[in-house]
């Protein structure tokens, strides 16, 4: 039950890591290219970080989070890229995020598909927070958009929903996890009598 927790911690990290990017790039859209740059940075390697943690931390839990090892690998090296190379990163930053954005609401749909077939209540508030996300990552790296300003608040925005998403899946995975350790000891219980 203690890894479920560790588990669950690493996904509502991840989920707060991306919604205070996103209220940032909401709140303050002119910020400089670098100083938003380099803070973007930091906060995709603390969530390809967080992603990691969570995906190590309960061996017998990996078929449920085999995705965060790629996700956090992607997360990982997109965030060390951007610190690496502030200024040549930053033209590319809604296209990298709008796939970002994307990879993850495709991997979140998986969650709540995984969800409704376990019979869990409420699957559908995460098929549709990943169908919004999914959206917005389409329109990140189409880029719509006129103004700079205006695409980094619809791209702050998108992290926002999308950490509402990961929220949302960090819930009912932690539910589902949760269930499925109480199943496993009943059923040892029952076999030891």
Partial sequence: M????????????????ML?????????????TLALSLFVGAMILL????????????????DVFRFDL????????????????????????????GIFVLIDSVFSLQNVFEARRADTSYWWIGLVTSLITLVFGVLLIVDPFSGGE?????????????AVTNFVTAIFISRRLKN????????EDNEDR
């Fill in 2 to 17: 203690k890894k479920v927790g560790t588990i669950k911690s690493g996904y509502i990290g991840a989920s707060v890591v």
């Fill in 20 to 32: 205070l990017i996103g209220i940032i790039l909401t709140v303050y859209p002119g910020l400089t």
């Fill in 47 to 62: 969530f390809g970080i967080s992603k990691l943690w969570g995906y190590f931390a309960a061996e017998q839990y990996r």
């Fill in 70 to 97: 790629t996700f956090g690998i992607i997360a990982t090296v997109i965030g060390v890229l951007m610190l690496a190379h502030p200024q040549w990163l930053m033209s590319a930053l809604p296209t990298l995020i």
């Fill in 150 to 162: 205006a695409l980094i608040m619809v791209l702050g925005i998108t992290l926002i929903v999308c």
């Fill in 180 to 187: 499925a350790v109480k199943t496993e000891i009943y059923i």
